[in-house]
């Protein structure tokens, strides 16, 4: 089992910046990729962005290439998304999502932290 708990939303305005948290406990992620994904209004669930726990390897999704940066921080199991140039359109509830590095689906979700682009 795994428990992700995000953090760091807020409301911002167009260009500023926010930086989400996703703490993970449970078990060891030596073998896991874990995710950032957004709900926005009307729009359909989108993977923003992902990493490797273990090789560190990355993937942004177009939308937010150049703005957005996923890191993690091994020592205190935790994964970062730094939003940088935010827009109106990147509002939405921002989820941390789990899986095995063999498995197609994401097996583990936090309950979601709300970011508002406005001004």
């Known amino acids: 089992q795994v428990q992700l708990v995000e953090s760091g939303g807020g409301l911002v305005q167009p260009g500023g910046s926010l930086k989400l948290s996703c703490a993970a406990s449970g078990r060891t992620l030596s073998s896991d990729v874990m995710a950032w994904f957004r709900q926005s209004p009307g729009k359909e669930r989108e993977q923003v962005a992902r990493?490797?726990?273990?090789?560190?390897?990355?993937y942004h999704a177009d939308s937010v290439k150049g703005r957005f940066t996923i890191s993690k921080d091994n020592a205190k199991n935790t994964v970062f998304l730094q939003m940088n140039s935010l827009k109106p359109e990147d509002t939405g509830v921002y989820y941390c999502?789990?899986?095995?590095?063999?498995?197609?689906?994401?097996?583990?979700w936090g309950q979601g932290t709300q970011v508002a682009v406005s001004s």
């Open positions: 990493i490797s726990w273990s090789g560190g390897s990355t």
């Open positions: 999502a789990a899986r095995r590095a063999w498995q197609q689906s994401y097996e583990y």
